[in-house]
């Protein structure tokens, strides 16, 4: 690999576009422990100045990499330029807890909990599973309550991580929000909302195959290839100066008007990144927002957020709608609690219900394949539906990050990670049976 590629990788793997693809850890077969790998166990980016081999810097290191990673998460605005996502001026919503009493009990029930990993005979506890998946903060809400939440790694309660490609999601559910309510028109071609985008293969695309991710774009992100597709993307979005001779697209969109087709829109489910990234032009130009500023306008100020989340930009500050996403923990609790509530923050309607219940329905899981750990999932307006007994769904994003909606338990899960290795088919096995493990234990106690 060329050294002006790996420069780009970390810029990438930050960007969260490696859910299917090469995992960006290093090839170690046994990396260190979640304890040992910790960032203040490390002692990365300690002392005034750090020392010289605790430095993580950008560009020239390789910041995204295990374990750097473990404390990058906490700190990609130090790496990359950002828009804030605000939560306005008013007071947050209060969420509720036990007496803290109840609070330690419900902590130690929840982590002597036991469940059998997939493909496995060996059970295991819920806390062993939190560091075995590399947790950095969780919190579990039932009925409404904190019944669960804790920190580790580059987490406190008052900092912010990167949720990768959950991002998706909120973008995904920004424009269910608008086709909800007339603004978007999901049965249009891309090119009638987006007519600059010319000859490119989404412009035949409906804005619902570009929702659900069934459009028949190429991109490849194989990350072995110097010339996929991937690398082009990352040089076009890339915040830094482009180099002297430099002929290619500048920025997320410009990138997105030379897409070329790839198969039939409408046949299958591909998860490409790029597809996040025309629904938030799509978003935009219907609204006159940039996202960010429709997330704190739709989200995070009638949610009563307590911290301003941020989002990446590219050399023009177009935010990264497939990715750039860094939030509390909180925060996003509050999120997966309008899901459950289907758009409901205390008594206010804060987006129509139907939005929810389109989601929560799902795709069509005849056009989903290749995720082995999801056997019976599907997608839909850039989130993920699991079909269990439960009717869970989530929103997913590389190295472990989630909010996991369970309605039938009346549960929402959030869990942010920096496991190393960025695909979550490595983490899936634990964490899913433990959620589900979760689940009935709040719904029978």
Avoid at 355 to 366: E, L, Q
Wanted: overall charge negative; glycine content about 10%.
């Amino acid at each position: 690999m060329s050294s002006s590629i790996s420069k780009l990788l970390p810029l990438v793997t930050a960007a969260g576009l490696a859910l299917s693809g090469a995992s960006f850890a290093t090839a170690q077969t046994a990396p260190l422990s979640a304890q040992d790998s910790d960032p203040r166990v490390m002692g990365w980016m300690q002392g005034f100045p750090p020392p010289p081999d605790k430095l993580i810097t950008q560009p020239d290191s390789n910041y995204f990499s295990f374990p750097k990673l473990r404390w990058s998460v906490c700190h990609l605005r130090e790496f990359l330029p950002t828009e804030d996502i605000s939560r306005g001026l008013g007071a947050p919503a209060p969420l509720d807890y036990p007496t803290p009493a109840a609070f330690a009990e419900l902590r130690q029930q929840i982590d002597a909990l036991t469940f059998t990993p997939m493909n496995s005979d060996t059970p295991m506890t819920w806390e062993e599973s939190l560091y075995a998946n590399y947790t950095d903060g969780i919190m579990i809400l039932h009925e409404g309550e904190v019944v669960y939440e804790r920190y580790f790694g580059c987490l406190e309660e008052d900092g912010k991580h990167a949720i990768m490609s959950m991002t998706k999601s909120i973008t995904g559910l920004l424009g269910e929000i608008l086709v909800a309510e007339g603004v978007l028109d999901d049965s249009l071609l891309v090119r009638d909302v987006i007519p600059e985008i010319g000859d490119s293969a989404f412009a035949t695309a409906t804005v619902r195959e570009v929702m659900d991710m069934t459009t028949g774009v190429q991109y490849s992100e194989n990350y072995s290839d110097p010339n996929a597709d991937i690398w082009v993307y990352s040089r076009a979005a890339s915040p830094l100066p482009k180099p002297e001779g430099y002929d290619g697209p500048d920025g997320y969109w410009e990138y997105l008007q030379e897409v070329k087709p790839e198969g039939n829109h409408g046949d299958a489910f591909h998860y490409k990144t790029i597809n996040s990234d025309m629904l938030g032009w799509m978003i935009s130009r219907v609204t006159g927002k940039a996202v960010t500023d429709l997330a704190s306008e739709r989200l995070w100020r009638p949610m009563g957020a307590e911290q301003d989340a941020y989002q990446t930009v590219d050399g023009k500050g177009v935010p990264f709608a497939g990715g750039g996403v860094t939030a509390g923990l909180r925060d996003l609790g509050r999120l997966g609690m309008l899901m459950l509530n289907e758009g409901k923050s205390g008594e206010t309607q804060v987006f129509p219900a139907e939005v929810v219940r389109k989601i929560a329905a799902g795709g069509d899981p005849s056009r989903f394949s290749g995720f082995a750990t999801i056997p019976n999932g599907s997608y839909t307006s850039q989130w993920w539906v699991f079909h269990n007994d439960h009717g869970a769904y989530a929103a997913r994003g590389v190295h472990g990050q989630t909010i996991y909606v369970d309605p039938t338990a009346r549960m929402v899960l959030v869990r942010l990670a920096s496991y190393p290795r960025a695909q979550n088919g490595f983490i899936d096995p634990t964490s899913l049976p433990a959620y589900q493990a979760v689940a009935q234990f709040l719904m029978e106690r």
